[in-house]
């Protein structure tokens, strides 16, 4: 997320600026002390009242905010993540907000943290290294579905065993094997996924598998079906393979988070948000993050509908690495009966439907020079605005931005840097990779000082992919630097920058820009461009009609562009979004007031739009939901598919009720485990018949039990 508008400090009265972060202390940006009256007119100001603290762990910032009663925003604050040590930024929000509001911090009753980390990793391709143990299936199944696209090139066991669709074992797990393949590739190994034919009715060889590799690296094993209830194994294992990629990442945070509030004096639990919007806790979030990939823009979603009311809108959430779009319609989002898909991956797990893509305010600047007009385009990867990095190693970047500007031409890596991030495993990395690394050392440098052969730039992808290196350039953050919309860091850098970037050659031979500002204004105009499609993809993703296209074809179909301009000729042309937008993020006031122009829309920017996710956080419900199956594997007999094992029942009434027994118990043993109080029980029953000679046959069932409630809170 980028910063784009200087907002009133109330304490003082006046005006002030964001403050630089390598000058006064980053973590106290846009702590705002917001004094409101409840419905009944009484100042909200009661300490005896639940304090809920709510924190967003972003890409580029990290937000907190103090709710008091589920009522009223009482302050909000913003500080930079920090990737080598996330406590730092989380640790600088807290403090800011609790110093703004003049609480302290053993009156919080509930701390809630909701992160777009675990988005960010899949959509940009990062994570831990992972290896697969693929049971029961064929070695031709690791290049469909998708997952050797997941496994990004690390190591997969494919393994004789699994079982059959009644739940009865297909062949022996191949044990033996499994041993062999852990002694020679355990090493650097992050985390192991476990996935096996049907596993979901009978998950026997996974338990096995996983206690063995735990007996063997104690390193952490996620198993296909303690994360989806359904059919499908391939997919489960895709699903599988992201959770194992994720365990260390999320777990560091979520350590580091918990370590913050401990340091700070807070003692209430801490809670962590969904995918679907829901809340779980931390232990449970550490054992599954996957369960956290779209948490941030789920959180928004939950904050737009808390902030604004809105009953039907598409929600656009800008922050600095993806843009994130949901519909909320009768007042609820709904959930993606597919599985959450980000960036190519689609998954097996409940999120809203929500479509991410890789664009931000931070996204990386690309040059189009084919074409005599030549142009930019955004993303889909994230770099380090040159504006920040030059904020915080001032003399290296001015330095060598200077030092290009005045050479004859303009370098392939001008006006890009590059620095590792200290403190992260670097197991698994091959020679090359770890020679780079070497070299780039933890000191801002030039990355035209670092790269010596082309067959480097390989490496230095795969260490960025690890989250072992970050790289800056040019960004939507620099060109709003240049454009006098921020002054949160190095504008001076930024428009350096910009002026290298507009100096290169498109097809025509001529320079991309004039100067830097003609350049910020294209990338602005870019961003805008782009906004506008994610919108309209997403709006036709809604429509009940079908129109015989995809949709990004259809969004940018010359008649769908025309309406938008209102062409008006023989044929007269009008296009218009029919739904409000709710623009969310620090820099939405900055960018989408021109998008909601483009869309011929009312574009809906909330007062707290830059906090959304944090405040999304803390005003959501606990909600377990466990599912299971019955089938009937021959005529009079009802078999329950339970994680101990199938059972058999003579009527499917039994059947039924035993596994509704099961999942009730255990999606309230984890509702309870969560923190909740108050559950609820709602059971959606899905049964599958036949007719068969006149009479009606049971075929299959699947079972969803949710338990749902709000956290237990703390009160004086």
Not at 332 to 344: E, F, S, T, Y
Not at 396 to 405: C, G, I, P, T
Not at 563 to 570: E, F, N, P, T
Not at 603 to 619: K, Y
Request: net charge negative; with cysteine.
């Amino acid at each position: 997320m980028i910063l784009t508008q200087r907002l009133p400090m109330r304490q003082s009265g006046r005006f002030s600026g964001f403050r630089d972060a390598n000058g006064m202390d980053a973590s106290e940006i846009d702590a705002r002390p917001v004094l409101r009256r409840n419905r009944s007119g009484e100042q909200t100001g009661d300490h005896n009242m639940a304090l809920l603290l709510g924190v967003d762990t972003g890409g580029t910032y990290t937000d907190a905010v103090l709710i008091r009663d589920e009522a009223e925003v009482i302050a909000t604050a913003k500080s930079l993540t920090t990737r080598a040590d996330l406590a730092i930024g989380v640790g600088g929000a807290i403090r800011a907000v609790l110093a703004q509001s003049g609480c302290a911090a053993s009156e919080v009753s509930m701390a809630a943290l909701s992160t777009t980390l675990a988005t960010n990793a899949l959509v940009e391709g990062q994570g831990g290294r992972v290896a697969l143990i693929y049971i029961g299936f064929g070695e031709s199944d690791l290049e469909r579905h998708g997952l050797k696209d997941a496994l990004k090139g690390d190591p997969a066991l494919v393994l004789a065993g699994g079982h059959n669709h009644a739940g009865f074992e297909a062949q022996p797990l191949d044990v033996d094997a499994l041993r062999a393949f852990l002694e020679t590739h355990m090493v650097g190994v992050s985390g192991f996924a476990v996935a096996s034919v049907f596993a979901t009715r009978n998950p026997a060889h996974e338990v096995e598998a996983a206690r063995i590799i735990t007996e063997m690296t104690q390193a952490p094993v996620t198993c296909s079906h303690q994360l989806s209830a359904k059919l499908n194994g391939p997919k489960r294992a895709v699903t599988a393979v992201l959770n194992a990629r994720l365990i260390g990442m999320i777990d560091r945070l979520i350590g580091r988070a918990q370590d913050t509030l401990v340091d700070l004096g807070v003692t209430a639990p801490m809670m962590v948000v969904r995918g679907d919007g829901a809340l779980m806790s931390a232990e449970q979030a550490r054992a599954r993050p996957i369960e956290t990939i779209l948490s941030g823009p789920a959180a928004s979603i939950v904050g737009a509908r808390w902030m604004t009311g809105v009953e039907n809108a598409l929600v656009s959430d800008i922050g600095g690495t993806t843009t994130d779009v949901a519909l909320i319609r009768d007042g609820k989002p709904a959930i993606d009966p597919a599985g959450a898909q980000v960036g190519p991956f689609r998954t097996m797990v409940e999120a809203v439907a929500m479509r991410t893509t890789g664009l931000g305010g931070d996204s990386q600047v690309h040059l189009q020079s084919s074409g005599l007009q030549g142009g930019v385009t955004l993303g889909p990867r994230r770099v380090v605005p040159v504006s920040l990095m030059a904020s915080e190693a001032p003399e290296v970047v001015h330095a060598a931005l200077d030092k290009q500007l005045n050479a004859p031409v303009v370098g392939e890596y001008d006006g890009r840097f590059v620095r590792a991030v200290i403190g992260l495993p670097t197991a698994g990395l091959g020679e090359r990779e770890f020679a780079l690394l070497g070299r780039i050392g933890t000191e801002v440098q030039p990355l035209g000082a670092i790269l010596r052969t082309r067959m480097e730039q390989g490496a230095l992808s795969r260490l960025v992919d690890r989250g072992l290196v970050q790289v800056a350039g040019i960004t939507p953050s620099d060109a709003s630097h240049v454009l006098g919309r921020v002054a949160v860091w190095d504008g001076a850098a930024a428009e350096k920058a910009l002026t290298l970037f507009a100096r290169r050659r498109i097809g025509s031979g001529d320079c991309l820009a004039p100067d830097a500002q003609s350049l910020a204004q294209r990338i602005v105009d870019q961003l805008t461009q782009q906004t506008v499609l994610t919108l309209l993809e997403s709006a036709f993703v809604e429509e009940d009609s079908d129109f015989g296209l995809a949709t990004a074809e259809l969004a940018r179909h010359v008649l769908t562009q025309k309406g938008l301009a209102s062409h008006r000729g023989i044929l007269a042309f009008e296009t218009s979004m029919n739904i409000d937008v709710v623009g969310l993020g620090a820099s939405a006031p900055s960018y989408y007031p021109a998008v909601g122009e483009r869309l011929k829309c009312r574009m809906r920017l909330p007062e707290h739009a830059g906090v959304a996710n944090a405040i999304g956080a803390v005003v959501g419900r606990v909600t377990m939901r466990r599912s299971g199956s019955v089938t009937s594997p021959s005529e009079g007999k009802f078999r329950v598919h339970l994680d101990s094992g199938p059972q058999d029942f003579a009527s499917s009434l039994e059947a039924l009720q035993r596994l509704e027994q099961v999942l009730e118990q255990q999606a309230r043993t984890d509702a309870e485990a969560a923190g909740a109080e108050d559950i609820h029980i709602h059971v959606t029953r899905d049964i599958r018949t036949a007719e068969v000679e006149a009479r009606e046959v049971f075929v299959e069932a699947m079972l969803t039990v949710e338990a749902s409630g709000r956290p237990r809170v703390a009160r004086d």
